[in-house]
């Protein structure tokens, strides 16, 4: 039985999204013939992440309990996968693509002598002669395509995949088995941690709205208005690179390769082309509507609603109607 582990972040002890989301994800691509494992390091087991790695869809959670893994320290980190990966031999693992797993997963491919695949947004799976062959897709050449890297020579195949792109499945009565690793972990790091101090959160994270309201240059004269629309349906404001490059918004308000993947409830494109740098970080949103003057824009190839129009028109009609319900709400 070929099998596919999954690392499991936590970040200030609480469990990231991204390791649900790349569970369900290979639960959906793999048969019964495959097990998903969640690697879960963690300085105190709580019931609660259990049940949501059990519910994502892991098969077997490998429970690694270690007070040294309070706080994140790559070597410590590096050498604990290691030991995990030499005892059990995964065929695939598989790590978010986030500030940790872009450092971690790299030294821990160095250490094992593998293959991996950076940054992708598309993951597929095949078997050839009953072998588990990792297919990763991630945007190449500046963009302007996207490559399938495979790395069947050794083991584990690894990839770090963009946090947002997967939903994340509830199996409600799957049952993990647990698997309490209990093996000496002695190592030792060159790094001290003497103190944590939190800088002020101004970060937007996207990632977790439901309702996006975007513009791109055809709206760059607009974003005051757009942001009243988003703060009156509650949304988040996002915008294109054309807008981000003006410095007419931060770059945590960017939306596409170089920027967020998101897939909200409500995505509204305004004035945006739909170049596919942008389209990739945003086309599995729910319902995406967009307002472009060219009835020829790429947008309109992804939009489930369509108005073609001049947004720096429509979008103080629509703040209008929205504040009026307010009013009356
Ligand atoms: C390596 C690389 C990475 C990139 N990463 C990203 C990324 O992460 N995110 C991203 O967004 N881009 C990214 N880009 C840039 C991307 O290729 C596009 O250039 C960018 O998305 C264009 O932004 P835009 O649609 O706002 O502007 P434009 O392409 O200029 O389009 C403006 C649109 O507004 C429409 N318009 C004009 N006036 C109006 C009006 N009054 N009302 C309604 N519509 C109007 C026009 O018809 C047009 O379709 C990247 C490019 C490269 C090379």
Known sequence: MSTTAIFVEKRNQVLCNVGLELISESKRLLDHNHKVIAIYLTSDIKDEEIVALSSAGADQIIIYQNDLFKVYDTAIYTKALEIIVKTYHFDCLLLGSTLL???????????????????????????EDDDLRL???RPALGGNLFATIICPKT???????????FPVDFYENHQAE??????????KSSVQVLNIEKTEKSHTDLTKAKLIVAGGRGVQNS???LKDIASLVGGELAASRAIVDQAIEPKD????????????????ASGISGAIQHVSGMDKSELIIAINTDPEALIFDIADVSIISD?????????EELSHQHQHE
């Open 311 to 319: 947004a720096n028109q429509v979008l103080p009609i629509l703040k």
């Open 135 to 137: 297919l990763a897709t």
């Open 155 to 165: 083991k584990p195949q690894m990839a770090t995949i963009r946090p947002g792109v």
């Open 253 to 268: 308000r960017l939306v596409g390769q170089t920027g967020t993947t998101v897939r909200p409830q409500v995505y509204l």
């Open 178 to 187: 647990l698997i309490y690793f209990n093996q000496e972990l002695n190592v």
């Open 101 to 127: 797993g872009r450092d971690l997963g790299p030294r821990l491919s160095a250490r094992l002598h593998t293959g991996l695949t950076a940054d992708a947004t598309i993951l597929a799976f095949e078997t």
């Open 223 to 225: 974003f005051s208005t």
